[in-house]
Structures are given as C-alpha cells and as structure tokens.
C-alpha cells in the first residue's frame, strides 16, 4: 500500500518540482534583464551651433555655442553670449516629463569670463505638443565686479512645424551684447532640417529703424 501511494504521487512530484524550476527561471531571466538595464552606459550626443549676428549700425559678430550630453549630464561652453568678448561655460542636469506634451528642463550653474566676469544660474526649457514647439533660455548674469551690471538674459521662441523639415514662428530677445532702445527685441524666425543640420534665420524688431538679421546652424553629432 505504501509503495502504491509513491508510486501515485511520483507524477505531482515532478510537476511541482517543474513549476518551481519555471518560476525560478523567470526570476534569473528578470533580475539579469535589470542588471544590464542598469548597467548600460550612458550615451554621448554633441550640438553646435553659431549665431552670425547682422547689424545695420555696429559690427556683426559670431556667437558660438556647444553642448555636450553624456545621459542627464550637461555641460555647454559660448562665446559672445553674455556680452562681447567673454566665455561662459556651464555644468546642468537634463530631466525630462510627459509623453503627450513633453517638457524638457536643464537648470545649469556656469560662470563667465572677459569683459563681464561672473556666476550664472541658468535654465534651458523646452515643451512640445504635436507641431507646437516653445524653447526658451534664461540665466541671471551676477557680476562680481560691478553689482549695477548685473543682468537678466532671455532667448524664447515658439514655432510651428508646418512640415517634417520646415517651422515658423516667433523669437523674442533680452541681451546686453546689443544696446538698443527696446528691451526686449522682437521678431520673426524660419527654420528648416536637413538631416542633422538646422539651419534658422531670425529677424529682429521688423517695421523698425533697429531691425536686424541672425542666421543660425546648428549640427548635431
């Protein structure tokens, strides 16, 4: 009788023991998954971009700007942003929310060097829905020489993609590397993208004595 009885209980046996073997199995297959997903490294991406800047009544210049990510790390080095002949390099944290509307924030800390030295606390924003794109860049430049010239900085646009390649929309300004009789210059933008290449054309305070052009191309890497 004994013998009859584990003779019966034999197959259940081996089918607890196989669903222990299953459930074990998915487990080393989940925590291995992890690990790598954990362990990828963190991807590189560079932008460039420079900014020609063609003024009616003062000299044009190039204002150069590039930004190294390495996963949320952010570092960004320009050249005639925060005034003319001055290098500002920055270190920020890319973080992003949503996925319908999406909003990207990178707050950043830099200091400036040239003719404005200072610190920076900065912040680059971008939201998206759709074909709508709003950007903007805005840092309070504190001069460590002159208080009286410390200075809050603004570039905003928001645009319509019409197409895959092809937006426009509006561009405002709030700089001190012009002297102009508005605060905050005003105007027009159309860009296009061509692979990797996006190349933008801007202009400033349309209909007045003080309009002006930028042309911008940026490549990413």
């Known amino acids: 009788m004994a013998r009859g009885r584990r003779t019966a209980d034999r197959p259940l046996t081996h089918r607890l023991s196989g669903r222990r073997i299953a459930v074990l199995a998915v487990a080393i297959v989940s925590i291995s998954a992890s690990v790598r997903a954990q362990s990828v490294t963190p991807t590189w991406s560079l932008r460039a971009a420079g900014a020609t800047y063609f003024l009616p009544d003062d000299d044009d210049y190039v204002q150069p700007t590039v ?89 905003s646009e928001a645009s319509a993609w019409m197409t895959e390649w092809l937006r426009a929309g509006l561009v405002t300004q709030r700089t001190r590397v012009r002297s102009t009789p508005l605060d905050i210059q005003r105007g027009l933008l159309l860009g296009v993208t061509i692979s990797k290449v996006e190349p933008v054309l801007y202009f400033f305070n349309p209909g007045s004595d003080d309009r002006f052009f930028v042309v911008s191309i940026g490549v990413e890497f």
């Open 67 to 155: 930004a190294v990510n390495r996963g949320p790390l952010h570092v960004e080095g320009r050249y005639n942003y925060e005034d003319r002949r001055s290098v500002s390099s920055f270190i920020g944290w890319n973080l992003e929310f949503g996925q319908t509307v999406t909003l990207q924030l990178t707050p950043m800390f830099g200091a400036v060097a040239g003719d404005t030295d200072g610190v920076i606390p900065a912040l680059e924003a971008d939201l998206t829905w759709k074909r709508l794109e709003a950007y903007s860049e805005v840092e309070y430049v504190i001069d460590v020489k002159h208080v009286s010239d410390r200075f809050f900085y603004n570039w």
